[in-house]
T-cell receptor, first 115, second 115 residues
Framework: DADVTQTPRNRITKTGKRIMLECSQT?????MYWYRQDPGLGLRLIYY???????NKGEISDGYSVSRQAQAKFSLSLESAIPNQTALYFC??????????????FGPGTRLTVL | RKEVEQDPGPFNVPEGATVAFNCTYS??????FFWYRQDCRKEPKLLMS???SGNEDGRFTAQLNRASQYISLLIRDSKLSDSATYLC????????????????FGRGTQLTVWP
């Protein structure tokens, strides 16, 4: 089984709809991240969490919110989706206690299309 | 100026060739450096960390030049399976110098190895 899973893997939605992307991990890592990837722009950080009580905005948090329900779960919500949020979304994890807190491991991604 | 800049390519090389990718980063306080590999429409996967003294993993060699803020990846004896996009990744410590860093991803260099 994959260490980092994301659901759904693909989603098509309409402008104005609320949508939630979910991420779960079995690696036991304390840190979790949400990124989006657009063609030609590379990966950009949306939100990150270093433990259950810690949530931080990334480069492009406007229009997004997150919830760290447990150490293993980190959800990303689009309260009112708009077409320019069409992108590939990745969840990632890392762990301070491995001694390599910057080595991140990615989920398979969610391809989101907003019409 | 972008945090991480990469030669975008694409690089098209025959099997067996040696190919090198370059990357520069803007933050002199960065402490961790990585190369990730990303196959089309898949998640990024850690290829190797880059250490100050340079390091090698099989056919892959990574070099770091802190004075020039420059990172390189050399692939020897290219295989068809090496075809992918290679992402240069750099961390940025917080202003207080804590270990709580974030990663900045380059846009990637595309490599195609042909038979």
């Amino acid at each position: 089984d994959a260490d980092v899973t994301q659901t759904p893997r693909n989603r098509i939605t309409k402008t104005g709809k609320r949508i939630m992307l979910e991420c779960s991990q079995t690696k036991g890592h304390d840190r979790m991240y949400w990124y989006r990837q657009d063609p030609g722009l590379g990966l950009r950080l949306i939100y990150y969490s270093f433990d259950v009580k810690d949530i931080n905005k990334g480069e492009i948090s406007d229009g997004y919110s997150v919830s760290r329900q447990a150490q293993a779960k980190f959800s990303l919500s689009l309260e009112s989706a708009i077409p320019n949020q069409t992108a590939l979304y990745f969840c990632a994890t890392s762990d301070l206690w491995t001694g390599k807190p910057d080595e991140q491991f990615f989920g398979p991604g969610t391809r989101l299309t907003v019409l | 100026r972008k945090e991480v800049e990469q030669d975008p390519g694409p690089f098209n090389v025959p099997e067996g060739a040696t190919v090198a990718f370059n990357c520069t980063y803007s933050n002199s306080a960065s402490q961790s450096f990585f190369w990730y590999r990303q196959d089309c429409r898949k998640e990024p996967k850690l290829l190797m960390s880059v250490y100050s003294s340079g390091n090698e993993d099989g056919r892959f060699t990574a070099q770091l030049n802190r004075a020039s803020q420059y990172i390189s990846l050399l692939i020897r004896d290219s295989k068809l399976s090496d075809s992918a996009t290679y992402l240069c990744v750099v961390n940025k410590r917080t202003d207080r110098g804590s270990t709580l860093g974030r990663l900045y991803f380059g846009r990637g260099t595309q490599l195609t190895v042909w038979p």
